[in-house]
T-cell receptor, first 116, second 112 residues
Framework: DAGVIQSPRHEVTEMGQEVTLRCKPI?????LFWYRQTMMRGLELLIY????????DSGMPEDRFSAKMPNASFSTLKIQPSEPRDSAVYFC??????????????FGPGTRLTVT | AQSVTQLDSHVSVSEGTPVLLRCNYS??????LFWYVQHPNKGLQLLLK??????LVKGINGFEAEFKKSETSFHLTKPSAHMSDAAEYFC??????????FGQGTILTVHP
């Protein structure tokens, strides 16, 4: 398996522009997670989906952030408009999870976002 | 609520000496526990996981962790450090639907 695939790997954009990050989870996994990692805050869970349905989006910083999972093999995280404080590494992870307990998550390589 | 506390933000060892990264957990029932590693500018990689089948869990790259319920600990160890072990290590606990709660991380430095 190719693992979790994220694109782009690097994104540099100007403040005010729309940014879309993409993720393809591992085939057969039914949970998908978006994280943000910065030096100041460490690793933060933004939102996660189970069977394509958003379960918890309490980590989404504000209305400028939105995430979708239209099908089991694709998810997007959109920032509109972007701000310099959004600069971070964004990770996508997937797992085969169920309500009975936690399963390990497999992380993608991340997207390094720089907003100038 | 489940949580984990990593007791050291930084650990420094010499190559060839043992590694000990400490983690305590807080849980009202049998927890799911993991250790992840993150090398510089890389994603997170699963080292090992505890699933209650055995208290001593062996992972990749010679790492292992022991679940001690009496001490609520899940420390990560390796008998002999290698330069390539230098990275940040996260102790993690899991909840329903697979949501993970990460510790603050321990940066491991390995000196020649």
């Amino acid at each position: 398996d190719a693992g979790v695939i994220q694109s782009p790997r690097h994104e540099v954009t100007e403040m005010g522009q729309e940014v879309t990050l993409r993720c393809k989870p591992i085939s057969g996994h039914n949970s998908l997670f978006w994280y943000r990692q910065t030096m100041m805050r460490g690793l933060e869970l933004l939102i996660y989906f189970n069977n394509n349905v958003p379960i918890d989006d309490s980590g989404m910083p504000e209305d400028r952030f939105s995430a979708k999972m239209p099908n089991a093999s694709f998810s997007t995280l959109k920032i509109q408009p972007s701000e310099p404080r959004d600069s971070a590494v964004y990770f996508c992870a997937s797992s085969r999870a169920d309500s009975g307990g936690a399963h390990e998550q497999y992380f993608g390589p991340g997207t390094r976002l720089t907003v100038t | 609520a489940q949580s984990v506390t990593q007791l050291d933000s930084h650990v420094s060892v010499s190559e060839g000496t043992p590694v000990l990264l400490r983690c305590n957990y807080s849980s009202s029932y049998s927890p799911s526990l993991f250790w992840y590693v993150q090398h510089p500018n890389k994603g997170l990689q699963l080292l090992l996981k505890y699933t209650s089948a055995a208290t001593l869990v062996k992972g990749i790259n010679g790492f292992e962790a022991e679940f001690k319920k009496s001490e609520t600990s899940f420390h990560l160890t390796k008998p002999s450090a290698h330069m390539s072990d230098a990275a940040e290590y996260f102790c993690v606990t899991g909840t329903s639907y697979g949501k993970l709660t990460f510790g603050q991380g321990t940066i491991l430095t390995v000196h020649p």
